[in-house]
């Protein structure tokens, strides 16, 4: 793997689990970072402490990633604080909540797909001059979902139709931004506890239920795919672009 010491680090959504875990990994591994918060600022102000304390730049703000103005004020500044972005990781997304076909409203299927796509689609806009200037290259990572994969859980279809979105834009990007030195991959957990997301959408009931179909026998944590995007990261010379790396136990298979 790459040397991480001294790369900037732009992440969305860094204060809770899968960003949390993130920002976590690659601030040990000598990353200076910008962290990106929706509501609650408790997670990444103990980032810029973990920062401070190991002698690293760590700074943080707050934006509506699906506001366009928002989201390019909240980029600037990361790559103002930075002196530039190296990595881009989009962890910004989620359920909103489970309905079934019958029950969608134009409101909540426009709202998912803000969060999930629209989300992603501003903050790489809005970064994609700084990561061309990057001078060893760039890299994006896309948190997509095993649901994007398989189509997810009943109650989940507008949700896994954006994560199959973010697949496929992954793919798409990765076309489009390599003349520039600029790889993307995607990543698309499977069942991982310890998350809000989980917490929220998913009963213990239905958790034990997947985790019997694990091949590994066990769920997922925030650390597990903190690692792999990590990995991600810090290829980013390397010739990994367009792909998306699997994190479910073995529960999905291609």
């Not at 409101?107 to 200037?133: C, E």
């Not at 957990?189 to 929220?200: D, E, Y």
Request: contains cysteine.
């Amino acid at each position: 793997m790459g040397d991480l010491t001294g790369k900037r680090v732009f992440i969305t959504a860094a204060g809770q689990g899968i960003g949390y875990a993130t920002a976590k990994a690659l601030i040990e591994a000598g990353c200076d970072i910008y962290l990106h918060y929706f509501s609650d600022d408790s997670g990444v102000k103990n980032l810029t402490l973990l920062a401070g304390s190991l002698g690293q730049k760590a700074a943080y703000g707050q934006a509506d990633l699906t506001k366009g103005e928002e989201a390019a004020a909240c980029t600037g500044a990361a790559a103002a604080f930075l002196g530039g972005i190296d990595i881009l990781v989009n962890n910004a997304g989620g359920l909103v909540g489970r309905k079934w076909l019958g029950e969608i409203e134009q409101p909540f299927w426009q709202k998912v797909i803000d969060v999930n796509m629209t989300t992603t689609f501003n903050v790489t806009q809005s970064a994609l001059p700084y990561l061309k200037q990057a001078s060893e290259g760039a890299s994006i990572i896309n948190l997509a979902s095993l649901a994007g994969r398989s189509g997810g859980h009943s109650g989940s279809l507008v949700y896994s139709t954006t994560k199959g979105a973010i697949l496929t834009w992954t793919r798409s990007l990765a076309a489009e931004l390599g003349q520039f030195g600029i790889r993307v991959n995607a990543i698309a957990p499977g069942l991982i506890l310890g998350t809000k997301f989980h917490n929220t959408h998913t009963t213990q009931a239905s958790a034990e239920e997947t985790v019997r179909a694990i091949p590994l026998g066990r769920a997922g944590n925030a650390e597990d795919v903190a690692r792999v995007i990590k990995f991600l990261a810090s290829e980013y010379d390397g010739f990994i672009s367009g792909a998306t790396i699997d994190i479910n136990g073995g529960i999905y298979r291609m």
